[in-house]
Protein backbone atom coordinates (compact mmCIF):
# COMPACT_ATOMS: atom_id res chain seq x y z
CA UNK A 1 0.00 0.00 0.00
CA UNK A 2 2.67 2.82 1.21
CA UNK A 3 5.48 3.51 -1.84
CA UNK A 4 8.73 3.71 -0.21
CA UNK A 5 10.30 5.69 -3.30
CA UNK A 6 7.30 8.68 -2.78
CA UNK A 7 8.47 8.46 0.87
CA UNK A 8 5.29 6.64 2.02
CA UNK A 9 5.55 4.29 5.30
CA UNK A 10 2.32 2.39 6.27
CA UNK A 11 1.08 2.89 9.29
CA UNK A 12 -1.90 0.97 10.86
CA UNK A 13 -4.38 2.29 13.04
CA UNK A 14 -7.17 0.29 15.05
CA UNK A 15 -5.67 -2.22 12.35
CA UNK A 16 -7.06 0.20 9.71
CA UNK A 17 -4.18 0.73 7.41
CA UNK A 18 -3.32 4.20 6.69
CA UNK A 19 -0.09 5.83 4.85
CA UNK A 20 2.00 8.69 6.12
CA UNK A 21 3.90 11.38 4.78
CA UNK A 22 6.15 14.25 5.37
CA UNK A 23 4.69 16.38 2.44
CA UNK A 24 6.23 20.17 2.67
CA UNK A 25 3.01 21.03 4.53
CA UNK A 26 3.53 18.36 7.32
CA UNK A 27 7.25 19.65 7.86
CA UNK A 28 6.03 22.76 8.22
CA UNK A 29 3.26 21.47 10.84
CA UNK A 30 6.27 19.49 12.32
CA UNK A 31 8.51 22.44 13.06
CA UNK A 32 5.43 24.30 14.21
CA UNK A 33 4.52 21.57 16.57
CA UNK A 34 8.31 20.99 18.06
CA UNK A 35 9.08 24.68 19.33
CA UNK A 36 12.10 26.15 19.27
CA UNK A 37 13.80 23.42 17.75
CA UNK A 38 15.06 22.40 14.11
CA UNK A 39 14.28 19.56 11.72
CA UNK A 40 18.31 18.79 12.02
CA UNK A 41 17.76 18.75 15.92
CA UNK A 42 14.94 16.18 15.72
CA UNK A 43 17.36 13.98 13.06
CA UNK A 44 20.05 14.59 15.32
CA UNK A 45 17.99 13.08 18.41
CA UNK A 46 16.71 9.79 15.97
CA UNK A 47 20.35 8.99 14.66
CA UNK A 48 21.59 9.66 18.66
CA UNK A 49 18.77 7.25 20.00
CA UNK A 50 17.68 10.26 22.35
CA UNK A 51 14.49 10.76 20.95
CA UNK A 52 11.28 10.95 22.96
CA UNK A 53 7.94 9.96 22.97
CA UNK A 54 7.00 13.64 21.94
CA UNK A 55 9.30 13.33 19.67
CA UNK A 56 7.78 9.75 17.57
CA UNK A 57 4.06 11.09 18.46
CA UNK A 58 4.62 14.32 16.31
CA UNK A 59 6.03 12.71 13.79
CA UNK A 60 4.13 10.06 13.24
CA UNK A 61 0.87 12.48 13.88
CA UNK A 62 2.76 14.45 10.63
CA UNK A 63 3.15 11.84 8.28
CA UNK A 64 -0.53 11.12 8.56
CA UNK A 65 -1.67 14.06 7.87
CA UNK A 66 0.77 14.73 5.10
CA UNK A 67 -0.82 11.32 3.99
CA UNK A 68 -4.05 12.67 4.54
CA UNK A 69 -5.64 12.14 7.35
CA UNK A 70 -7.68 14.73 9.32
CA UNK A 71 -6.83 13.72 13.24
CA UNK A 72 -4.27 15.50 15.48
CA UNK A 73 -1.99 13.82 18.06
CA UNK A 74 -5.11 13.45 20.90
CA UNK A 75 -6.92 11.47 18.66
CA UNK A 76 -4.10 8.65 18.69
CA UNK A 77 -4.42 8.45 22.46
CA UNK A 78 -7.01 5.93 22.36
CA UNK A 79 -6.05 4.29 19.10
CA UNK A 80 -4.11 1.28 18.62
CA UNK A 81 -0.73 1.34 16.36
CA UNK A 82 -0.24 -1.81 15.19
CA UNK A 83 3.08 -2.98 16.24
CA UNK A 84 3.11 -0.77 19.17
CA UNK A 85 5.36 2.22 20.53
CA UNK A 86 8.03 0.15 19.39
CA UNK A 87 6.34 0.03 15.45
CA UNK A 88 5.47 4.05 16.32
CA UNK A 89 9.31 5.06 16.90
CA UNK A 90 10.81 2.59 13.75
CA UNK A 91 7.46 4.47 11.56
CA UNK A 92 8.88 7.87 13.23
CA UNK A 93 12.40 7.10 11.84
CA UNK A 94 11.15 5.99 8.35
CA UNK A 95 9.56 9.11 7.56
CA UNK A 96 12.33 11.26 8.30
CA UNK A 97 14.59 8.74 6.63
CA UNK A 98 12.45 9.07 3.65
CA UNK A 99 11.80 12.35 3.84
CA UNK A 100 15.16 13.80 3.50
CA UNK A 101 16.74 11.16 1.19
CA UNK A 102 16.36 10.69 -2.02
CA UNK A 103 15.37 7.65 -3.80
CA UNK A 104 18.24 5.13 -5.08
CA UNK A 105 20.96 7.74 -3.67
CA UNK A 106 23.77 5.60 -1.84
Do not use: C, H, Q, Y
Not at 45 to 55: I, K, L, N, P, Q
Request: avoid cysteine.
Amino acid sequence: MANPWAGEVEVVLDGERRVAKLTLGALAELEAELGGGTMLDLVRRFESGAFSTRDVLALVVAGLRGGGWAGRAEDLRTVEIGGGPVAAARIAAELLARAFTVPGAS
